[in-house]
């Protein structure tokens, strides 16, 4: 997620203001939105299971993969609404840079050792 933050990368969430806005005004994209954010938690539930030798649907690997997709999408959902704000992408970088170090923190204690 740092590398994408400093890139600005797109799929993060820097899309700009037109994009954002866009997004915002319509109940059809969010929800399509919502459904991208789904398909990712699901794939990284197939990586981890994979990479533990556990199934997909064990509730281990649902939930690891869920904590990590929530702070993801909680993540663009603030760059979305920095960039509506009117914040420029470098002041959002430096922003949600120290937020997702933040929130990954939270979630150090109980995924550390998970997968290693």
Do not use: K, W
């Not at 109940?27 to 533990?52: K, N, S, V």
Request: glycine share 6%.
């Amino acid at each position: 997620m740092q590398d994408a933050i400093a890139a600005q990368d797109s799929v993060a969430g820097f899309s700009g203001a037109s994009f954002a806005r866009m997004i915002a005004d319509s109940p059809t994209l969010t929800i399509c939105l919502r459904g991208l954010h789904d398909q990712r938690e699901h794939r990284l539930a197939q990586a981890l299971a994979e990479a533990t030798g556990t199934a997909p649907d064990d509730i281990t690997v649902q939930t690891a993969a869920g904590l990590l997709s929530t702070v993801h999408r909680i993540l663009f959902r603030r760059i979305q609404d920095l960039t509506l704000a009117g914040h420029s992408n470098d002041e959002i970088a430096r922003t949600i840079g120290a937020e997702a170090t933040q929130a990954f923190d939270l979630l150090e204690p109980a995924l550390a050792d998970y997968a290693a």
